[in-house]
């Protein structure tokens, strides 16, 4: 992505279920993408005024809130991992996510792009947080190693409590396509019946400026705090809707799972 070190999404986020009941909400929202490699340089200048890496300002990035959690650099975490996992780890990394704005932020899934030496996408960590303070990482790649095109589908089975209103069963599949400045990730989740859940980020990314970002602020001055509303909202259209409530269970004994679900 050149060499800029951040960019702004600005999109869309759609939920839809499928059964037993329809039920489907769409919402604006924006996001900040950053080149791990490049953090220390995104707070200078006049962007520095507006954003912050571990420091107060309208939009920060706080490292222990993300990777190890313990306010560590990020890029040596996620290269750990991929060479753990078999993967290379000599490429950039891109962290997709939700700032703090004003000092808040909720991630539902932060996603970590990451490259090998030749630029090209080889891994994708889907870091998914839920509304009981539990976080778990599915770090997805194809089988054989080879890099993630436009439209390929990664899958890698639940792990995590995320909703009252679904089991930890089932897995999920990831489709992702990016070309001229749009992005698109789509997360279909099924569970032991079939396909019950589908969920889409979309929307454009454009290089990451003070206008740009001053804009999507005053658009959305609430977005962090939107989240989690939004959230605890539509659980409520759901338990009007009599859709049965599931237990949660124990938090997974690992942070972080790899590997492909089969296909069916």
Same mark, same amino acid.
């Given at each position: 992505?050149?060499?800029?070190?951040?960019?702004?999404?600005?999109?869309?986020?759609?939920?839809? +279920?499928?059964?037993?009941?329809?039920?489907?909400? %769409?919402?604006?929202?924006?996001?900040?993408?950053?080149?791990?490699?490049?953090?220390?340089?995104?707070?200078?200048?006049?962007?520095?005024?507006?954003?912050?890496?571990?420091?107060? %300002?309208?939009?920060?990035?706080?490292?222990?809130?993300?990777?190890?959690?313990?306010?560590?650099?990020?890029?040596?975490?996620?290269?750990?991992?991929?060479?753990?996992?078999?993967?290379?780890?000599?490429?950039?990394?891109?962290?997709?996510?939700?700032?703090?704005?004003?000092?808040?932020?909720?991630?539902?899934?932060?996603?970590?792009?990451?490259?090998?030496?030749?630029?090209?996408?080889?891994?994708?960590?889907?870091?998914?947080?839920?509304?009981?303070?539990?976080?778990?990482?599915?770090?997805?790649?194809?089988?054989?190693?080879?890099?993630?095109?436009?439209?390929?589908?990664?899958?890698? +089975?639940?792990?995590?409590?995320?909703?009252?209103?679904?089991?930890?069963?089932?897995?999920?599949?990831?489709?992702?396509?990016?070309?001229?400045?749009?992005?698109?990730? %789509?997360?279909?989740?099924?569970?032991?019946?079939?396909?019950?859940?589908?969920?889409?980020?979309?929307?454009?990314?454009?290089?990451?400026?003070?206008?740009?970002?001053?804009?999507?602020?005053? +658009?959305?001055?609430?977005?962090?705090?939107?989240?989690?509303?939004?959230?605890?909202?539509?659980?409520?259209?759901?338990?009007?809707?009599?859709?049965?409530?599931?237990?949660?269970?124990?938090?997974?004994?690992?942070?972080?799972?790899?590997?492909?679900?089969?296909?069916?």
């Amino acid at each position: 992505m050149n060499g800029l070190a951040a960019y702004l999404l600005t999109g869309s986020v759609i939920h839809q +279920r499928l059964r037993p009941v329809h039920h489907r909400f %769409r919402y604006p929202v924006f996001a900040l993408r950053f080149r791990l490699s490049a953090l220390e340089s995104i707070g200078k200048g006049w962007l520095g005024m507006w954003l912050g890496v571990d420091r107060w %300002r309208p939009l920060t990035l706080k490292r222990r809130d993300h990777g190890a959690c313990d306010g560590s650099p990020l890029l040596p975490w996620i290269r750990q991992h991929l060479a753990a996992a078999g993967l290379p780890c000599d490429g950039e990394v891109w962290l997709q996510c939700f700032p703090r704005l004003f000092g808040y932020a909720f991630n539902p899934v932060s996603f970590w792009y990451c490259h090998n030496a030749a630029g090209e996408l080889i891994a994708l960590l889907a870091e998914v947080n839920n509304t009981f303070g539990e976080r778990h990482g599915y770090l997805l790649a194809n089988p054989d190693g080879s890099p993630i095109r436009n439209g390929s589908t990664l899958r890698c +089975r639940k792990q995590l409590h995320v909703s009252p209103f679904c089991q930890v069963a089932g897995h999920y599949r990831f489709r992702l396509a990016e070309c001229a400045g749009r992005m698109l990730m %789509r997360i279909d989740y099924h569970d032991d019946v079939g396909e019950l859940i589908n969920t889409s980020i979309s929307g454009q990314l454009q290089p990451l400026t003070v206008p740009a970002l001053a804009r999507a602020v005053l +658009r959305q001055p609430l977005l962090t705090l939107g989240v989690i509303w939004r959230i605890h909202w539509q659980a409520w259209q759901l338990w009007r809707k009599k859709l049965p409530v599931y237990r949660k269970p124990l938090a997974p004994s690992h942070s972080l799972s790899h590997g492909q679900e089969p296909q069916a």
